[in-house]
């Protein structure tokens, strides 16, 4: 297939990739195997940066890309890392001539592998991580190969971006439901103890609360006990006086 | 296009001092899509939860209908997840919400419109628009309402996200109402009658349906001491 029809078919499969409850995993593998069959590149791997600020080893097209990223991690020097850390690309670096990674050249030599390239994975200030491009032949990656490469990376970011931003606004709204019932719960108990010992429900609530400090609980503990009726309102009267 | 509708509504919130207060949140809906009022309904597990705002009485009629009843516009738009349509509320083309729609006419909404609260996956509520005219949504308005929904959905989450754990964001409680009086006269009801607390809330409930009145108001009673349930 031609490469024009090859990359519109990719747009295509990462768009249907980016569902409700997508796998990240599964898109950056899918990113990373099809760079290798429309670029002309013998690999392709993906890191990204995790919550600590380190990088991980995400996606790789083959075992000897991800054992040469690893390395690459372990010793903290290579084209993947000088991208994530300029924010820049890192092109056409043949091995055979290049000097300025002392650990790192051997092992992709070992490796196969003649030439690497790395493209930045960034939206506005983001840097979320990098595409590594490996060659098994000296000499540059075509201007549209780099083109294409940058566009399915831009397009894997911003799919990244919007799944971290889904996961946060999860977190906040089980808070919100979460504070919801437990107010819901106090608003409760003070009903039960407004009613079982005459007080209004201003009242009924600095008892809750004075009981609550005096014992070291939780308010909302309290509440769920005088609800249950664990708690009598004689039990919560005594223990809200002075300090237990 | 959505662009343009979102720095519109944008602007439109910083003109009045930004998502600060959830009560700005439906005077800009109520602005920008035309609507004679408008409501933010959160829900969880199918329920309404509270109100976030509310812009006139009508609104917020309109809210505790739903949340009496459990059913109408906003209930419906956020269980299915879609914009759910009603312009001729007195007139329908298929009838629903029985139990909601008479007296939400009388109280003046001919038509009613509900557009799903959410961000991604996650469901937060409802936007709740209604109008004392009946007919459609034109193109620009359905479409403004979504961006509305989406700012609605994203302004919530924020002012949550900076409440210290466990709390409701004080600028939700202070511009909404969460009928706390409800959850109150439901502790009260389940020790006068030795019931649970749930029991108690469908007590309430099916009180309010029989005799014609909003689970609020009857909640208030029991919490004033004005009316004992049997």
């Known amino acids: ?244 | 296009m959505a662009g343009n509708r979102l720095l519109r509504i944008l602007a439109e919130l910083t003109a009045r001092g930004g998502t600060g207060s959830s009560a700005r949140l439906c005077e800009v809906s109520v602005d920008v899509l035309a609507m004679t009022g408008a409501g933010i309904m959160l829900m969880s597990e199918d329920t309404p939860r509270g109100s976030v705002c509310s812009s006139n009485d009508v609104s917020a009629r309109i809210e505790e209908l739903q949340y009496t009843f459990g059913e109408g516009p906003c209930v419906d738009a956020y269980r299915q997840d879609r914009p759910v349509l009603e312009p001729d509320l007195a007139k329908p083309a298929t009838a629903r919400w029985p139990a909601f729609t008479p007296p939400a006419v009388a109280a003046g909404a001919e038509a009613v419109f509900g557009f799903p609260v959410r961000v991604g996956t996650i469901r937060l509520g409802a936007l709740n628009l209604y109008r004392d005219q009946p007919g459609v949504l034109s193109d620009d308005q359905h479409a403004d309402a979504l961006v509305m929904a989406d700012v609605a959905a994203r302004a919530v989450l924020a002012a949550q996200a900076k409440a210290p754990p466990d709390e409701l964001a004080a600028e939700l409680e202070t511009g909404g109402d969460f009928r706390f009086v409800v959850h109150q006269a439901s502790g009260m009801v389940a020790a006068q009658l030795g019931i649970g607390v749930g029991e108690a809330l469908v007590r309430l409930r099916a009180y309010a349906f029989a005799n014609d009145r909003m689970l609020s108001d009857v909640a208030e009673d029991v919490v004033a001491r004005r009316l004992r349930l049997e």
């Open chain 1, 1 to 244: 297939m031609a490469r024009e029809p090859m990359l519109v078919r990719t747009f295509v499969e990462l768009a249907d990739t980016l569902v409700d409850d997508f796998d990240v995993v599964e898109l950056l593998t899918l990113l990373v195997d099809r760079c290798v069959e429309i670029l002309d590149v013998s690999a392709a791997g993906l890191m990204l940066v995790a919550p600590g600020g380190d990088l991980r080893v995400v996606a790789s097209s083959s075992e000897a890309m991800r054992v040469v990223e690893l390395f690459e991690l372990q010793s903290q020097e290579g084209p993947c890392l000088d991208c994530y850390r300029s924010g820049e690309p890192v092109l056409n670096q043949d091995l055979g001539t290049v000097d300025r990674w002392s650990n790192f050249t051997p092992v992709a030599l070992e490796a196969g592998f003649r030439s690497v390239h790395a493209l930045p994975m960034r939206l506005r200030g983001a840097i979320i991580g990098a595409l590594n491009l490996f060659r098994t032949d000296e000499g540059p990656l075509d201007a549209n190969d780099v083109l294409a490469a940058q566009a399915l990376a831009d397009v894997a970011t911003i799919a990244i971006l919007q799944h971290r931003a889904a996961l946060e606004a999860q977190v906040v709204n089980e808070q919100l439901n979460h504070a919801l019932n437990s107010r819901v719960l106090i608003e409760q108990a003070k009903g039960v103890l407004a009613e079982r010992a005459g007080l209004d429900m201003e009242h009924a609530f600095a008892r809750l609360r004075s009981y609550a400090r005096n014992n070291n609980r939780q308010l909302v503990d309290v509440a769920q006990d005088v609800i249950d009726g664990t708690l009598s309102a004689e039990a919560i009267d005594s223990g809200s006086h002075g300090r237990a």
